[in-house]
């Protein structure tokens, strides 16, 4: 049986057929692209939470202030900016790159349901 199948995909492949790709397969990729997405989003998540925490030392330096002296701290006020602007530029990398790949995954999917007219049932239009 398996050696028939074989036959007929190798004659179809002669004749310039392109075989019916199964729906288990197409509905497979689906899933596999949505789990990429959901890695994406958790990227995403990841680098706002790293964003937040510069942003919250500078409010409570802010606040505390008036307690000391800028000038006489400044051996822990330059390293500390310095970590600060690093985990600024590793947030804004973390979120340019999910949200690239986001729209990368969107346009796989998209692709997908447009060749396919099973999966449109499935998946909402945005």
Request: charged residues 20%.
């Amino acid at each position: 049986m398996a050696d028939g199948a074989a036959a007929m995909a190798g004659e179809r492949a002669k004749s310039g057929e392109c075989p019916e790709i199964p729906s288990a397969v197409i509905f497979g990729e689906v899933q596999l692209i949505l789990a990429e997405k959901r890695t994406s989003l958790a990227a995403l998540r990841t680098g706002i939470a790293i964003a937040v925490i510069p942003m919250s030392l500078a409010t409570v330096l802010v606040t505390m202030s008036r307690f000391y002296s800028w000038l006489d701290n400044l051996q822990f006020l330059v390293p500390l900016g310095v970590l600060c602007a690093g985990l600024v530029a590793l947030s804004i990398y973390m979120i340019a790159r999910a949200l690239r790949r986001l729209q990368h995954e969107d346009a796989m999917i998209r692709r997908i349901r447009k060749a396919n007219p099973a999966v449109r049932e499935f998946l909402d239009e945005e």
